[in-house]
């Protein structure tokens, strides 16, 4: 059973950093597209940023040079470093795992073509 774990949320003041952790369990997250969602309030969610299985990564335009994503394939990990955070990036994140491709091939910001979600860690940015 695949099961996601959202952990390194809080608060913290503009232009500090946070670093998010999924860690993820039943399976091999390195075979799979990972990403971040995040949704701000009174936002729809978005799509943060993926890596895929061969380690290309994509990011939204709003995060691209602030955050990075990696995988630590030892602790079978997702990260989610987050450096010069700004109030519009508060928001619950989650991890997602997509195990069929589909994020890769018809859009890696669709949560639809994510099968598998944490339940969220909460980030403050004051």
């Known amino acids: 059973q695949v099961q996601l774990v959202e952990s390194g949320g809080g608060s913290v003041q503009a232009g500090g950093s946070l670093r998010l952790v999924c860690a993820a369990s039943?399976?091999?997250?390195?075979?799979?597209?990972m990403a971040w969602f995040r949704q701000g309030p009174g936002k729809e969610r978005e799509g943060v940023a993926v890596?895929?299985?061969?380690?290309?990564?994509n990011y939204a335009d709003s995060v691209k040079g602030r955050f990075t994503i990696s995988i630590d394939n030892a602790k079978n990990t997702l990260y989610l470093q987050m450096n010069r955070l700004k109030p519009e990036d508060t928001a619950m994140y989650y991890c997602?795992?997509?195990?069929?491709?589909?994020?890769?091939?018809?859009?890696?910001?669709?949560?639809?073509?994510?099968?598998?979600w944490g339940l969220g860690t909460q980030v403050t940015v004051s």
């Open positions: 039943g399976y091999s997250l390195s075979r799979y597209s």
């Open positions: 997602a795992a997509d195990p069929m491709g589909r994020s890769r091939a018809f859009g890696w910001s669709v949560g639809g073509y994510y099968n598998y």
């Open positions: 890596i895929f299985s061969d380690s290309i990564t």
